[in-house]
């Protein structure tokens, strides 16, 4: 039974970002190289996060009762800006080295191209897009978003649920105390909507720093620190799990847009009627 909670728990918090990895990264180095970044941002930031949450708990004393209910109110706050802040400045990076990216790709897989309209004709032909124009480097900069809030997400992800995971294999009986029994379950749940809300506000991030949209970067870090004390009000896990859903649907339809997508591009990927999205995944095969 153990095994079955922890094999269960495991494919459900990080199935669908194994998934998004093997059919949309895996196949590309480069991709592999920004998303291992990407979650070695969100480390940096972990240890930065965790220097001050020892440095608050030295000041005070590790006291227990109210103080430690404010220091870990202060500690989700602080992690979460600084969060935030190492992935404005992943964007800052990618940003400035953004033009010598594409010729390495290129080089390393023994292109030369001699003019700008051959390679946006590669690109093209290669990446399925639709129109090669001005705003090509919008759209790289949207897969780096993408790949980079993936990274995020994975690295958020492990860290926050390894542990408990690990405790799924036993010994003892969740619940025997008068917990929750689906605290495993719901845990698993929890770790889906991080790691995915990580994506959709990667996206949405680098799409309002991209456009100048102050407002986008606001609410991404509003829902992130918002997501984060829905947790203060466990073991309520029904209030907490449907209000983190809510938010994470919410920012992915936002994403999806931010990305470039519409409604009628929808349409046509459900139906398989997207001849750019058919001959891209033929070509991967």
């Known amino acids: ?42 480390l940096v930031s972990l240890l930065l996060s965790s220097l001050v949450w020892f440095l608050a708990g030295t000041i005070t004393e590790n006291k227990d009762g109210p103080v430690q209910k404010y220091l870990l109110m202060f500690g989700v706050l602080v992690s979460v800006f600084i969060q935030e802040v190492f992935r404005f400045g992943y964007y800052k990076i990618l940003k400035a080295k953004r033009p010598s990216f594409p010729p390495l790709a290129l080089r390393r897989r023994g292109y030369g191209f001699q003019t700008f309209s051959s390679l946006c004709s590669f690109i093209k032909a290669s990446e399925g897009l639709k129109n090669i124009s001005a705003d090509e480097t919008a759209l790289s900069m949207r897969l780096l978003a993408y790949v980079s809030g993936l990274g995020f997400g994975i690295m958020s992800g492990v860290f926050s649920f390894v542990n408990t995971l690990s405790d799924s294999l036993g010994p003892g009986t969740v619940g025997i105390h008068g917990d929750s029994p689906q605290f495993f379950l719901v845990s698993a749940f929890m770790t889906l909507v991080i ?7 990667g996206i949405v991030f680098f799409d309002g720093c991209e456009k100048k949209k102050w407002y986008a970067l606001l609410l991404v870090l509003l829902t992130h ?6 947790t203060f009000i466990n073991p309520h896990y029904g209030i907490s799990l449907v209000s983190a859903y809510i938010i994470m649907v919410l920012m992915g339809i936002w994403a999806f847009f931010a990305a470039g997508g519409s409604c009628r591009s929808l349409k046509l990927c459900l139906l398989c009627q997207d001849k750019d999205f058919l001959l891209f995944s033929q070509r991967s095969r």
Request: proline share 4%; aromatic share 22%.
């Open 1 to 42: 039974m153990t095994a079955a909670v922890f094999f269960g728990c495991a494919f459900i918090a990080f199935g669908p970002a194994l998934a998004l990895y093997i059919f949309t990264i895996a196949t590309e180095p480069l991709r592999i190289i920004f998303l291992i970044i990407g979650a070695f941002f969100w």
């Open 195 to 201: 790691i995915m809300l990580h994506l959709f506000w």
């Open 225 to 230: 620190l918002l997501v984060s004390t829905l």
